[in-house]
């Protein structure tokens, strides 16, 4: 990857109220539902189908964007993998066009049929695992360099203020070769973008200027391409014309809000769950071949969202329930990945457990996460980043345990760490 | 290194694990996966992978 490039792009605005508190408003959207799975397995046992709204099964705060729909949630991984693969009955853009369409633009996210699958294998080419292997040497290991050197002299950090929280997000700058100094203004209205789903016009304010920016950016990289991930994109051909400006401005938008956000959260987890099993995590140091086994059951234990949508288009039912055209479906990944019926003793953490199923962190069917391989490089990163840097790295005894809270995006707060001086 | 790689995912097959949880054993060659088959990530085709140098 190159350095970042000259400062030739107009610098990306600010919101207007400054000190309106992006990360916090963020933080109190989330809520601190301390563990929605014993509630998602009692649901699933009674019926893989019930006319409730996720969303409100666990908080208070409606989500003004989609709160007024008819909704059905779906429990248990049959069940969800029936909606997952049926796209013509089960849309994207049905359900999506509500949030989505809006926060982001016309992303793969919201496509359906022909136009999904054109726009989506020309978009997954710049992320198939063998090339986003390359970036964990190139790009993802200095991010953890920079970060660790920042307290690796403390001997004590909090590993989500001080790690976690940042890291996936400056790789995505990297990736982009932003200028380092705009990345709190980027994370900022990274983050911003979903703001809508909570009523706060900053939502739309973020979308605006993250697009005026990608706009100038595609143009600048396309007369002057380089070998970075922004310059590709503005400049594929499919059937000599360059992929739509629209299409690319959304996924770049996407791209900063999942691609950071959700990994964060995915890391955090994953470094609660070995800290909190201090003789596995050395066995891991010990031999990194578990490492992938270690992210694989993270993912599957308390993944990176624990609920999609999709829109019912036409009159169907699932398992004895008839579900009408016009439904809202909530399809929730999390009660898969805890469904027993799949996954023995499913609420254990458990890395060496038998592989009976394919566990949907990133969902499934044709609008898989286009950017799961990444999230794994970056996941398995992270960790090694951990255990190779902070010698001895333990949960520090004076502080808080990490607790993971959340229903719909799940992660600690703070995880208080301590390690040995080197 | 050369892998049939699904287009629409990233899913990538490999003949020594095979696709088990699919009912394909370990060792069976792409070629000889029934036709019928579909990516387990993302449900596409077996015509929707292609053949590439994956480094």
Excluded at chain 1, 67 to 89: I, Q
Aim: proline share 7%.
């Amino acid at each position: 990857m190159n350095a970042p490039i000259a400062r030739v792009l107009p610098p990306l605005e600010d919101l207007e109220d400054k000190d309106f508190n992006v990360f916090f408003m963020e933080r109190e959207m989330r809520g601190r539902f301390p563990d929605p799975y014993p509630l998602l397995e009692k649901m699933r046992r009674e019926s893989s189908v019930h006319k409730v709204e996720y969303n409100a099964l666990f908080s208070d705060t409606p989500d003004v964007e989609l709160h007024h729909l008819n909704h059905y949630s779906v429990f248990g991984y049959d069940a969800c993998m029936r909606v997952l693969d049926d796209p013509e009955t089960f849309t994207s853009w049905d359900a999506w066009k509500y949030n989505i369409a809006k926060s982001f633009g016309r992303t793969v996210t919201v496509m359906d049929g022909a136009e999904h699958k054109r726009f989506r294998k020309v978009l997954q080419k710049a992320f198939l695992p063998h090339v986003v292997q390359r970036w964990g040497v190139s790009v993802v290991q200095p991010v953890i360099d920079r970060l660790v050197n920042k307290f690796i002299d403390r001997g004590k950090a909090d590993l989500i203020e001080e790690y976690t929280h940042h890291f996936p997000f400056q790789i995505i700058y990297s990736m982009l070769l932003l200028d380092p100094d705009e990345s709190p203004v980027f994370h900022k209205l990274a983050v911003a973008q979903l703001l809508s789903s909570g009523g706060f016009p900053q939502g739309a304010e973020a979308t605006a200027k993250l697009g005026v920016f990608f706009k100038e950016m595609l143009a600048e990289r396309r007369a002057n391409p380089g070998d970075d991930l922004v310059s590709h994109l503005a400049t594929i051909e499919v059937d000599g014309d360059y992929l739509d400006e629209d299409v690319l401005i959304s996924f770049l938008r996407q791209l900063v809000n999942a691609g950071g956000d959700t990994t964060y959260r995915s890391m955090s987890v994953l470094l609660t769950c070995l800290l909190k099993e201090p003789e596995l995590l050395d066995r891991i140091r010990k031999d990194r071949k578990l490492v992938p086994l270690a992210v694989e059951e993270a993912l599957r234990w308390d993944g990176p969202i624990s609920v999609t949508y999709r829109g019912c288009v036409r009159d169907t039912e699932i398992d004895g329930v008839m579900i009408p055209a016009g439904a809202f479906m909530n399809v929730i990944l999390g009660s898969a990945n805890r469904d027993p019926t799949r996954f023995e003793n499913p609420d254990k953490f458990d890395i060496f457990r038998e592989r009976t199923a394919r566990p949907l962190p990133f969902a499934g069917g044709p609008h898989i996460c286009v950017g799961q391989h990444l999230a794994r490089v970056e996941l398995g990163r992270a960790l090694e980043g951990v255990l190779d840097r902070l010698p001895n790295v333990r949960l520090d005894p004076d502080m808080p345990e990490p607790q993971i809270v959340g229903h719909t995006l799940r992660s600690p707060d703070h995880i208080h760490v301590v390690f040995d001086k080197v | 290194m050369w892998r049939w790689v699904c287009v629409n995912c990233g899913f990538t097959y490999e003949e020594e694990t095979g696709d088990p949880l699919s009912g394909i054993a370990p060792g069976t060659r792409f070629e000889d996966i029934p036709d019928d088959w579909k990516c387990p990530e993302c449900g596409a085709t077996k015509a929707d992978f292609e053949f590439m140098d994956v480094g």
